[in-house]
């Protein structure tokens, strides 16, 4: 049961656009509750480095992460999660952006 949750995040994680695989990341990586294993603030830095050269939205303004639903849900998902599980959605999602 644990892998398939592991499995459906990842899978959704695969199905959404580079923007939104990085608002994930800053999410998790901001988030007090996510308790990550890796370095948070390396994982955040790259994030955010990247997004801002990708988004002009969030390069100028301050963003509200909730309008973008893919994203609130997959957190939802996550928060759901083990901690070795969160930890194998986050390393997967580090690792998936390029």
């Not at 603030?41 to 639903?69: C, S």
């Amino acid at each position: 049961m644990e892998e398939n949750k592991v499995e459906n995040v990842i899978n959704i994680i695969k199905d959404m656009n580079t923007k939104d695989k990085l608002r994930l990341g800053i999410c998790l990586t901001t988030s007090d509750w996510a308790k990550i294993l890796y370095n948070e603030a390396e994982m955040y830095e790259r994030f955010d480095t990247m997004l801002k050269e990708i988004d002009e939205e969030y390069r100028t303004t301050l963003i509200n992460f909730a309008k973008y639903k893919l994203v609130m849900f997959t957190m939802a998902k996550v928060m759901e999660m083990e901690q070795v599980e969160r930890n194998k959605v986050v390393l997967y999602l580090f690792n998936s952006i390029k």
